[in-house]
């Protein structure tokens, strides 16, 4: 769900074997190819989660393409995708296409190849077109829908944290109110838009392309849409590169790791505030300093505090604006001046880098978002359940009060999913390389290593000793064998 630079937004992230999937939906082998991309100028630039653009890079150049909107079904009608490019500006060493993918579910990729420029290796960008795309339901590809007021988009309602005494009411009354107004809104076509059919898409880009086989550079979410079109569509890749993984399990599984993605993440956190101890006063150690955001976030459930600005600063707010800052280390001064706001009473104005994060997420990423994750896998309708799990995960881990067990709006979704979700798999060639931070709020380690395993000899992994969500690929660490297996096809032992 989420993007922080390369990514969609501080609202996280998240988020197949082939043998479990109808024989209907397989890659149909005598379809017609569709028409070659006719490449001219983009569309007003989509904002991201957090309002702002995404760069427009001078040499993008973007087309349209007509796609099935039911692939079971593909006499339903049809739907439009967007899709840009970059070519590289020394085609006499070009090898191919690369698509890049930033996460979501929800965020839009037209312009993620200009931002890719800014971080890819020179050896990369002289080697691939960069190939983007608005995901199906996203921005300028058949947008969703749920008209829904600004309070219904507050950021920290993206994290279902419970009532202040554990309590779900108001969660399950803000749930049932979304799946509402999605479906009014959008209707029937909300359920087509899956990553399994994003996946279809993607391999009609890559044929309109005039391409065999394509590469592919997924972040977060999109490393679940990479796993899924390498399953889809295995002799269809050329090189797959998976930054942050999603587990396999699917996002019902991913949303309860976010918990522990919160627990393996804080420490660094803890180190940060301790080494500030003599002007923050929140311990000056990292034990001292959980301690200290334990108890303030418990102080401000029962007594919160009114901002200058008129907002409330409670316990929930509190444990949001932390737990999004675990993204990234630039994030970490604001969890530190919201920490002294609630420590102090008082709300002196925060200055420089990470000083801000969306307040108001925008309808079409709500939209999308939920639709992904509601469409991909029917979730449990019990509320009693998701009570019952709240709590057991407030237990385990009390840094998040039971986010990650508590419910979201596919609990009350009006459409059940067409298909079974798609797990990855070991059939297929050795082409996929997962790079993973070994602490990632988002996308857990133990999530990563789960899809290294369900890919068997097709994949390897490199992890970095890092915190944050999303590697560098400055760091040489990631760049080097990231650039090999791109130019050269080899993986690292």
């Not at 490019?85 to 060493?93: K, M």
């Not at 008209?147 to 309602?157: F, G, T, V, W």
């Not at 003599?278 to 901002?307: K, M």
């Amino acid at each position: 769900m989420t993007a922080t630079m390369r990514r969609t937004a501080a609202t996280g992230a998240l988020l197949l074997s082939l043998a479990l999937l109808p024989t209907a939906v397989a890659p149909a082998t005598a379809e017609a190819a569709p028409a070659a991309l006719s490449w001219g100028g983009c569309p007003t630039p989509t904002p991201n989660a957090d309002g702002t653009p995404w760069p427009r890079d001078p040499r993008q150049q973007c087309a349209t393409l007509r796609v099935p909107r039911d692939y079971r079904h593909p006499l339903s009608g049809t739907i439009t995708l967007t899709v840009s490019r970059i070519r590289t500006a020394d085609p006499a060493h070009r090898r191919g296409d690369l698509v890049v993918v930033p996460g979501g579910p929800g965020g839009s990729g037209l312009d993620y190849p200009g931002q890719a420029v800014g971080f890819l290796p020179p050896e990369v960008l002289r080697s691939y077109d960069l190939i983007g795309f608005d995901e199906r339901g996203v921005g300028n590809s058949t947008p969703v829908h749920c008209d829904l007021p600004a309070e219904d988009r507050a950021a920290q309602l993206n994290y279902p944290f419970p009532a202040a005494d554990g309590s779900i009411t108001a969660n399950l009354t803000h749930a049932r109110r979304i799946a509402d107004a999605c479906a009014a809104a959008t209707g029937p076509y909300l359920a087509d838009v899956t990553t399994a059919n994003s996946a279809r898409d993607l391999d009609r880009v890559r044929a309109a392309l005039g391409q065999r086989r394509i590469s592919y550079l997924g972040t977060s979410y999109a490393t679940y849409l990479g796993q899924v079109y390498a399953t889809l569509f295995p002799t269809r890749t050329d090189r797959v590169v998976l930054d942050s993984t999603v587990n396999p399990d699917g996002e019902q599984r991913g949303v309860q790791l976010f918990s522990e993605g919160a627990e393996e993440s804080f420490p660094a956190l803890a180190r940060y505030l301790a080494d500030r101890d003599a002007t923050l006063h929140l311990g000056a150690t990292p034990a001292d300093v959980r301690a200290s955001y334990l108890r303030l976030a418990a102080e401000l459930d029962r007594s919160p505090l009114v901002l200058p600005s008129g907002r409330t600063l409670d316990g929930v707010a509190l444990r949001a604006v932390v737990y999004s800052s675990l993204t990234n280390p630039r994030y970490y001064p604001l969890a530190a001046h919201a920490l002294q706001v609630a420590a102090t009473r008082t709300a002196p104005p925060t200055t420089g880098p990470g000083a801000s994060l969306p307040v108001v997420i925008p309808d079409n990423f709500v939209a999308a978002q939920d639709a992904v994750l509601c469409d991909d896998a029917a979730w449990p309708r019990d509320p009693a359940g998701y009570a019952a799990r709240t709590a057991a995960d407030a237990r385990r881990y009390p840094l998040t009060a039971g986010m990650g067990g508590n419910v979201w709006p596919c609990a009350f979704w009006h459409y059940a999913p067409k298909e079974p979700e798609v797990r990855p798999g070991p059939d297929g060639p050795r082409n996929v390389l997962l790079l993973q931070n070994r602490y990632d709020l988002a996308t857990p380690y133990s999530g990563a290593r789960q899809t290294l395993a369900a890919f068997g000899h097709r994949a390897a992994m490199v992890t970095v000793d890092a915190t944050g969500h999303g590697v560098d690929f400055a760091d040489p660490h990631v760049r080097d064998p990231f650039t090999t297996f791109l130019l050269t096809g080899r993986l690292p032992q």
